[in-house]
Every structure is written in C-alpha cells, then in structure tokens.
Nanobody, 125 residues
Framework: QVQLVESGGGLVQAGGSLRLSCKAS????????MAWFRQAPGKEREFVAA????????YYADSVKGRFGISRDNAKNTVYLQMNILKPEDAAVYYC??????????????????WGQGTQVTVSS
C-alpha cells in the first residue's frame, strides 16, 4: 500500500510561483497514475492535474491550464506540481492522489484510492 506525503505549500503573493512535491513510499510510483486535487474552505474537492504512469500524458483543469504543470520523476518516486501566476482563487489545501488501476476517469476524485494529508497553499492579493 502506497503512502503519499505532500510538501512545498506556503504563502505566496498573487502572481508568484510555488512547486509542490508528492513523495510516494511503500510502493513503486511508476505503478500508479497520480494527480493533484485541491479543496478550499466551504468548497468541494476539485481536480487540478493528473499524469499517467510514465509521464507521457497529462490532464489539467481549465482553471489552471497554461499556469500549472504536473510532472513526475519515477526514479525519485515523486510527482510535482509547478504552479505559476498564482491567483487568490488558487488558495486551498492541495492533495496528492494515486491509483493503480488503468481505466477510469482520472479527473474524478472518487477514482483515486490513495491520498496524502494535504499541503496548504495561501495566495495573498
């Protein structure tokens, strides 16, 4: 069973950048599709980005397309989320997720079996 630990969150001014990391342990990262979701206070958890096992295919929410980039280093069992041009509405707890199945909706939180504890991202205006 894989465990996921996020890091890299913090406080940043609007227009700034952050890079989140998600380290997987207890399993081989290359066996899992990985994704980032976020949840702001009072809102439902929403999809941000996903990446397939070898990093060759990525998916993005329209709200972050062109600003965020998801990547992975399977040798380090780590997935990254580079966040640029951050906006106040990007503020949320960001969660890393993993799933070992091949078929399914990679943008749906219900599809993912494994979750990290989350890392807080705060964007000041």
């Amino acid at each position: 069973q894989v465990q996921l630990v996020e890091s890299g969150g913090g406080l940043v001014q609007a227009g700034g950048s952050l890079r989140l990391s998600c380290k997987a342990s207890g399993g081989t990262a290359s066996s899992y599709a990985m994704a980032w979701f976020r949840q702001a206070p009072g809102k439902e958890r929403e999809f941000v980005a996903a990446i397939n096992r070898n990093g060759g295919t990525t998916y993005y929410a329209d709200s972050v397309k062109g600003r965020f980039g998801i990547s992975r280093d399977n040798a380090k069992n780590t997935v990254y989320l580079q966040m640029n041009i951050l906006k106040p509405e990007d503020a949320a707890v960001y969660y890393c997720a993993a799933e070992e199945r091949y078929l399914g909706d990679k943008t749906a939180s219900s599809w993912y079996h494994y979750w990290g504890q989350g890392t807080q991202v705060t964007v000041s205006s």
